[in-house]
């Protein structure tokens, strides 16, 4: 039996020619087709090893110019300032900080209540001298709250663990030992006020706050007042110890009576408070030093709600003037401390230790308080 017949085998076509037959495919247009030609590298942005090249240096000099690291020629500084410019090259943070061992930023430390700090006009005068200042050098504010117990203890640990090159400390009290603690650290710290304790070992920015309540209380003396009374400050606190002093020593050089004495915690409601209570006490007192604008407003509203005229029937002085005592009805006569240009000394002088420019020897700045004579007095 014969095979079946077979169609014959198709003829060789070349590529070329299957091409030309094979039927158009359709295409679409790519973003790829017409995109800007590639970055510099995979990942979008110049990196280190682009910079070297561009620089003609070689990568551990790169990254020692760009971190800040010694051992830099001003040639090759040079060289790579000018790459890092063309390039656009932004330093990795991390990178830099292990080649400084330096993080760029400090802490505030405020051992005091957060509804407090942000509505004192003392932590806002603060905050913006700190800042001020810390602009001028691209440093970083990291602000921790640590009051006594669980937050304290976390910001103890936060600072051991140099997450930040220093720290500043204001509103310190008795018994959070803040100073012994991070001198203890070893960490650049520098306290806004007379610490308690470990005042041997930390550098501090204070006013002269005995001086400016003896000033005060001096005014009231010379005006005629024979029966000055006190607010002061809560007790485990330099700043009120020291004016409380300030108000004894001229009160005994002058001879009078001492008794008339009440303490706040430097807020409004507290002032309310203590001037009630000393008003009862000491119904005919025609002279009150306040230890802050906030508790001497307090105060006045008091006085008013008695149908005490000041100053015809007693007059008042604050501390502090941090704007209070403009809107105060009457005006406030009070002694000013430069919060601003306090927190701005106290941040330079932190600045300075952290970058050993003086050494770390402890160092002490006192600032003159200045009598603002208003309507009250």
Known sequence: ?????????????????????????????????????????????????????????????????????????????????EAV?????????????LVTRRTDSIAVVVPEPDDRVFSDPFFAGTLRGVTRVLGERDIQLVLLLARPGPSATRALRYLNGRHVDGALVVSHHRDDRLAEHLADLGLPCVFGGRPWTGGDRVAYVDVDNALGEREATELLIARGCTRIGTIAGPSDMTASADRLAGWRQAIAAAGLSDAAVEHGDFTEASGVVAARSLMERHPDLDGLVVASDLMAAGALRVLAELGRRVPDDIAVVGFDDLGVAERTTPQLTTVRQPVEEMAERATRLLIERVDAVHGSHPMRVIIPPTLVRRDSA
Do not use: F, K
Not at 85 to 97: D, F, H, I, K, Q
């Open 1 to 81: 039996m014969a095979p079946p017949c077979l169609p014959p085998p198709p003829c060789h076509r070349t590529r070329r020619t299957a091409l030309a037959t094979a039927p158009a495919r359709r295409t679409w247009p790519s973003v790829a087709r017409v995109s800007s030609p590639r970055p510099p590298s995979s990942a979008g942005s110049p990196t280190l090893d682009e910079v070297a090249r561009v620089a003609g240096v070689s990568r551990a000099t790169a990254s020692r110019a760009i971190n800040g690291g010694e051992r830099v020629s001003a040639r090759a500084q040079s060289a790579v300032d």
């Open 85 to 97: 410019r063309t390039l656009g090259y932004v330093p990795n943070p991390a990178a830099r900080s």
